[in-house]
């Protein structure tokens, strides 16, 4: 019923940028939170951002001052915008958004992932 679709990754040089982006359809209320999680392989995954519904973000240390998410209520996408890229932001990213229904119940989609690769 509900989809996230992910797309902008890729392969990028340290120091780098890449803009992520995670689009949902179907049928639904309204949409709470959105966010971004990372998963590396042999870690857990990690909350790396999240956005409310009017705004307000959260955003984990590590990407403080370099990753910017933002949203776009009318399109029911949110965004990640990842600079100044380091090796350790290498993983899969998975953003995820907080659906409610119209019976006012809410959970969490999840898009497919989208891999980031930072190397030189």
């Known amino acids: 019923q509900v989809q996230l679709v992910e797309s902008g990754g890729g392969l990028v040089q340290p120091g780098g940028s890449l803009r992520l982006s995670c689009a949902a359809s179907?049928?639904?209320?309204?949409?709470?939170?959105m966010g971004w999680y990372r998963q590396t392989p042999g870690k857990q995954r990690e909350s790396v951002a999240s956005i409310t519904s009017i705004g307000g973000t959260n955003y984990a240390d590590s990407v403080k001052g370099r990753f910017t998410i933002s949203r776009d209520n009318a399109k029911n996408t949110v965004y990640l915008q990842m600079n100044s890229l380091k090796a350790e932001d290498t993983a899969v990213y998975y953003c995820?958004?907080?659906?409610?229904?119209?019976?006012?119940?809410?959970?969490?989609?999840w898009g497919q992932g989208t891999q980031v690769t930072v190397s030189s």
């Open positions: 179907g049928s639904f209320f309204s949409i709470a939170a």
């Open positions: 995820y958004a907080g659906i409610v229904t119209m019976q006012s119940y809410e959970y969490s989609a």
